[in-house]
């Protein structure tokens, strides 16, 4: 025999399966020849042949060495053996096997592309290449495959994206493992996503209740927010607050909502809108946050009344003004908007002596312009107040007043004028005075103020301009020297007055002077004046009594024209009819003695004005007169009544 048989004997073979073997050889002859063959006691395998009493199986005993013993029939026997190997050979009867049925990771959130998840490993009992295995994914959904890769040869399985916890915090997949013949076996894998904080808090503004009143009480809801953060743990643990300095504060709600309600009065003339910035901040480490910034609109409510630029206001108006002069324009704001804030202007009253304030001046509703209703006179008004009040258009309105106080300004548009009554005719000085002798004081006054009222006097006539003088501001006429014999007894001096206004006005005084020692003296001279007063009356009465005579004969031709007029209409009367026509008429016709002619007693009136240069008149009285005097003054018309009868 051969020192080694060698077999192959596949695993796949059937029981009972007969392999011949190489047979020995003996020289021997006879009983001495071979007899018989023997082997190694082995349950897989039998003899006469070589049989196959089981299946093989290569990954229990891949391989077998059995001795098959020669024996002949000599005596002693003598053997042989030969070493039978038996190699089985593989077949793919085995699947890949998982070292574990359900693979588990924990990775954190946010890893780096290629970061190593987990490994797993398959092993397959078979040789060669049915022993050799890969893998690969299931059946699982494009979204693991784009997050995670597994390495065919090694087994190892990474990231190849970024992984969410937010998104998704658990992968359950399957994998398999696949021989080089064709098996396969499966595992689960699942992957736990660990969260980090990497999520700010989230911001949502549900509801804005803009614009808010300014009136609205504290605790008005005026916004609804939802803050949410998609971490977990405490890294989702949320709390807000508020930055700003808006009257606003943040309350909690359950279930992440939170109401932004108003703290404090709005006041929109402070702030017409409150920005307030809502600040979310989670407990992760370290903690992140977001913030919203609001922006809340405050609506106008009428809580301001007009305010003037100035509680009081002065204006000065020369006087002799036009009608509709601007006097002053007033000015008043109202912090409110839109309606509430539009001023009109309006008279509240006012005060100005006896003329009242109502007339003078008026104001324009949307401009607060004064404007003078009238030319101002400074004599009868020289100062008065009115009140302005603003109102605004919200409803209710509100007002305020202000009080303008107008101050008319003099121009001299009047002259100077005499004061006092009649002055007496003349002045007496005796012929001894001496220089510096008082004479007479010229007394005027000017309705006029200040310079316009500031008066001096000038003599701008004298019969001797030498002897007399008056004082500029006193209006004193003295003697400017000692009265000489040479002096006419009868002097007449002609004062101005004048102001001090531009242009000046002025006005003259006439004063007649008598030199004169004693009374007894001065009486010549006084008569003359009466004499020539008298005849100017005498004058006067001649012509009063020819116009009264013509008015009655004119009255008396009238009425007996109409008496006339109406006999000739009815007819004559029958006692006209019974006297002749010569009964009228009669020649030669006499009066009795003691007939008396006249007429009936009769008055009038008669108004002179101040042209007139004579100062008195006197009427020659008749039967029963009764006298008038007419006397001139310097300003002023002049009425009197005459009364006279005669006989």
Known sequence: LKAALDLEIGEWTLPGARFPLEMAQDADAGSNSLLTYQLTSNPSFSLPELVLERALDREKQSSFELVLTAVDGGDPARSGTVQVRINVTDANDNPPVFSKSLYEARVAENLPAGSLVLRVRATDADAGTNGRVSYSFGRVPDSVRALFTVDSESGEMRTAGPLDFEEKSKYIFGLEARDGGGLVSHCKVQIDVTDENDNAPEITILSLSSPVPEDAP?????????????????????????????????????GGSYKVVTSGALDREQASEQRVTVVARDRGRPALW???????????????????????YSAYVAENNAAGALVLRVQARDADAGANGRVSYWLAGGSAGAAGAAPLVSVEARSGALYAQRSLDYEQCREFTVAVRAQDGGSPARSSTATVRVFVLDRNDNAPRAAGGAAPPFEVVPRSAEAGYLVAKVVAVDADAGRNAWLSYELVQASEPALFRVGLHSGEVRTARA???RDAAKQRLVALVKDHGQPALSATATLHVLLADSLREALPELSERPAAAEAAAAELQFYLVLALALLSALLVLSVALAVLARLRRAGPPAVLRCLGAQRFSLPGAAFPADFCEGTLPYSYNLCFSKRHLFSSTCFLPGVNAYSSSISSRSSGSFSFFLGNSFR
């Open 218 to 254: 504290a605790g008005t809801v005026v916004a609804l927010l939802n803050v949410n953060d998609p971490d977990s743990g405490e890294n989702g643990q949320v709390s807000c607050e508020l930055s700003g300095e808006a009257p606003l504060s943040i309350v909690a709600s359950p």
């Open 290 to 312: 977001s913030s919203r910034e609001l922006v809340l609109e405050v609506s106008d409510v009428n809580d301001n009344a007009p305010v003037f630029e100035e509680a009081a």
């Open 483 to 485: 009265v000489a014999e």
